[in-house]
C-alpha cells in the first residue's frame, strides 16, 4: 500500500484513478491545482505522485520542477503530449516515468509497482562507495562526485550510472538496462537509454566520440571503463 498523490484536473479521469488505485490497495489523495499538490506533498509526504500536464493553475512541466525543489518523491507524468522532445524535457526536469493518455488502470498500475519497487530497494543491499576513476558514487546517499566534484543528476540518471558502475568492463544491452533500472521490456523504447546515456555524457565531460568512461559497443550496448 502506497499514499499516492494524484494531481488531475479532469473529474471523469481522477474519479477512474481514484477507483481503480483503492481498489488496488493504496490511499488516494486527488487534487485538482498544482499549489495544492505542492502543500501536500510537503505536508504529507506521499510516496509517489501522478501528476497530469495540463492543470489550471500552472502547467504540469513547471509544477514538476518546484516538486523537484522540495522532494525527491517518485514522479510519474500522465500526458497527452507525444512528442519525443517533450517526454525528453519531462525526464530532465525529474520525472521517473511517464504514461501516455489514454491509458488502461493495469498500465499505471504496473508503471505504479514498477516505480515504488526501485525507489524501496533496501540501501543495505548496495556497497557504501563505488570508484571507477576519478568517479566516486554514493549508492545509499544517492550522490556522485566526478574528480572532487559533486555532481547533479536525476534520479533515473544516477540508476543507470549505478547499474553500469556496478559492472566496469561489461557490455550492457540497452534492453536489459529497460528491465533492470526501468522494470520494463518495451520494445521500441530503448531510445529512452540513448537519450539517458547522452544526459550522463554530457555530465561526465565526455561525448559519444570522445568517451571516458561510458563506451558504446554499436550493436551491443555501452560498457563503462576507468579513463586510461
Known amino acids: 500500500m502506497a499514499l499516492i498523490l494524484l494531481v488531475e484536473d479532469d473529474r471523469y479521469i481522477t474519479a477512474a484513478l481514484v477507483r ?14 498544482a499549489g495544492a499538490a505542492l502543500k501536500i506533498l510537503t ?12 492543470l489550471p493553475d500552472i502547467d504540469g512541466a513547471d509544477a514538476l520542477r518546484m516538486m523537484r525543489q522540495v522532494s525527491s518523491v517518485p514522479v510519474i507524468i500522465a500526458t497527452a503530449r507525444r512528442s519525443e522532445q517533450n517526454i525528453i ?9 511517464y504514461v501516455t493518455k489514454p491509458f488502461s488502470a493495469g498500465h499505471i498500475l504496473a508503471r505504479i509497482s514498477a516505480v515504488l519497487r526501485r525507489a524501496r530497494t533496501a540501501p543495505e543491499s548496495t556497497p557504501n562507495v563505488i570508484s571507477v576513476g576519478g568517479l566516486e558514487i554514493s549508492p545509499r546517499q544517492r550522490q556522485v562526485v566526478l574528480d572532487g566534484n559533486p555532481l547533479q543528476l536525476t534520479r533515473r540518471e544516477f540508476d543507470v550510472l549505478t547499474y553500469l558502475a ?6 550492457v544491452s540497452r534492453r536489459e ?6 522494470d520494463q521490456a518495451r520494445v ?3 531510445q529512452t537509454i540513448d537519450v539517458h546515456i547522452s544526459w550522463l555524457r554530457r555530465k561526465l565531460g565526455e ?12 550493436g551491443v550496448g555501452v560498457m563503462m571503463q576507468a579513463p586510461k
Do not use: F, M, N, S
Not at 556496478?166 to 557490455?171: I, N, P, S, W
Open 20 to 33: 481503480a488505485l483503492r481498489d488496488a490497495g493504496h490511499v488516494v489523495r486527488p487534487v485538482a491545482q
Open 43 to 54: 505536508e504529507d509526504q506521499p510516496d509517489l505522485v501522478i501528476l497530469d500536464l495540463g
Open 89 to 97: 524535457t519531462l525526464l530532465e526536469a525529474g520525472a521517473d516515468d
Open 166 to 171: 556496478e559492472r566496469v568492463g561489461v557490455v
Open 177 to 182: 538496462l529497460l528491465a533492470e533500472v526501468w
Open 188 to 190: 521500441g523504447e530503448e
Open 207 to 218: 561525448t559519444a566520440a570522445a568517451p571516458r568512461y561510458l563506451h558504446t559497443v554499436r
